[in-house]
């Protein structure tokens, strides 16, 4: 299990902050917003989270598409204060509209029934090639469009080495993982729609390493890196290219410090 000790610098801690209250209610609405029309849920009835699916390009911006609770309110909020609101119709669909950037994003996502409010698993990125990837805290990220339809998509490690490797196989593979020629995972299994997050079972060590991915007639191999992050100057979190892919370096909401390897 990955695990986050470090002791972040104050400006580092306010944008934990920042990071933390995404989701939250308030004030600075960006877009249209449609008229609310939900009816009430039963207090001890579950509502599964909102979730995103795909980033589509329309003209000049983009639309951000999901599910969540039918009539919901649903909010999308960045570090900086941003905030987009739509509702979702009778059938819990829900678009928002978004304006072209040439940088990565990181939004929060919840929705709020009545009084309840129900926040998304994790952080979404959004990349300008129009790739969107679940950021997850202590868990591996999810590369909801634009991944692969079978390889290895992302590796997530933090300071003390903890490490997931994700990707897409076929459906209910068991899997086992090997760093450098050596095995550090206990088998691993594939879920229903083929996407796996397998978790070393030992601390990787800083710098370059190679992982293979094995199964049944399945071979995946990546080149990672693990070298050490620096907490974000500014922000919440830090994107950088480099050899082996896009690198996001960004704060969990417990304030620790997680690095995310989008593998090319």
Known sequence: MMRFK???????????????????????????VSPLNREPAAP???LAPPQAQALRTEGDGRILVGTAAAGARVRLATPEGQVYLTDADSQGAW???????????????????RERTVQAEGYLLALPDARLVLLRAGAGA?????????????????????????????????????????????????????RF?????????????????????????????????????????????TAYGLRIDWLTPGGGLQ??????
């Not at 950037?101 to 939004?107: D, M, R, T, V």
């Not at 690095?259 to 090319?264: A, H, I, Q």
């Open 6 to 32: 470090r002791s972040l610098p104050r400006r580092a801690a306010l944008a934990v902050m920042s990071l933390g209250l995404l989701s939250a209610c308030g004030e600075g609405q960006v877009g249209p």
């Open 44 to 46: 001890s009835s579950y």
């Open 95 to 113: 678009r928002i509209a978004l304006p072209p950037s040439p940088a990565p994003q990181i939004f929060g996502l919840s929705m709020i029934l």
């Open 142 to 194: 999810i590369v909801v469009q634009g991944a692969p339809a079978q390889g290895v998509s992302a590796f997530d490690f933090d300071e003390e080495g903890g490490a997931v490797i994700s990707g897409a196989a076929p459906a209910e593979a068991i899997l086992s993982v090997r760093i450098d020629g050596r095995t550090v995972s206990t088998s691993g299994r594939a879920d229903a729609a083929g």
């Open 197 to 241: 997050s397998l978790p070393f079972g030992a601390p990787v060590p800083p710098g370059p390493h190679q992982i293979r991915v094995q199964g049944e007639s399945l071979d995946l191999s990546a080149a990672v890196d693990a070298s050490p992050a620096q907490a974000p100057e500014a922000g919440a979190f830090r994107a950088s290219s």
């Open 259 to 264: 690095s995310t390897l989008l593998l090319d």
